[in-house]
Nanobody, 124 residues
Framework: QVQLVESGGGLVQAGGSLRLSCTASGRTFSNYAMGWFRQAPGKEREFVAAISRGGATTTYADSVKGRFTVSRDNAKNTVYLQMNSLKPEDTAVYFC?????????????????WGQGTQVTVSS
């Protein structure tokens, strides 16, 4: 079992930045690929970014490419999502997720463990 706790959400003006953190406990963090997803009111959960268990491979949704950066510190059991140039359409609850795998995954149904989410609100 892996427990995930997100933090770092909040209210920010358009053009601003936030850094989300997701700290894991329970199993060996470096064995898990990590993903970030988001869900806006009335919409389905969507993929944002993912990172391989060693951190060498990352991938992003087109909507955030060039603005968001995913990284991880396996010594701290933490994955990060640096979000720059935020837009009102980035407003959502952001979730981190973990999967015991060598590669990376972008489908929500491919992840085994989820955090409770953290709210990000971008005002115009």
């Amino acid at each position: 079992q892996v427990q995930l706790v997100e933090s770092g959400g909040g209210l920010v003006q358009a053009g601003g930045s936030l850094r989300l953190s997701c700290t894991a406990s329970g199993r060996t963090f470096s064995n898990y690929a990590m993903g970030w997803f988001r869900q806006a009111p009335g919409k389905e959960r969507e993929f944002v970014a993912a990172i391989s268990r060693g951190g060498a491979t990352t991938t992003y949704a087109d909507s955030v490419k060039g603005r968001f950066t995913v990284s991880r510190d396996n010594a701290k059991n933490t994955v990060y999502l640096q979000m720059n140039s935020l837009k009102p359409e980035d407003t959502a609850v952001y979730f981190c997720a973990a999967r015991f795998t060598l590669g990376i995954r972008i489908g929500a149904d491919e992840y085994d463990y989820w955090g409770q989410g953290t709210q990000v609100t971008v005002s115009s």
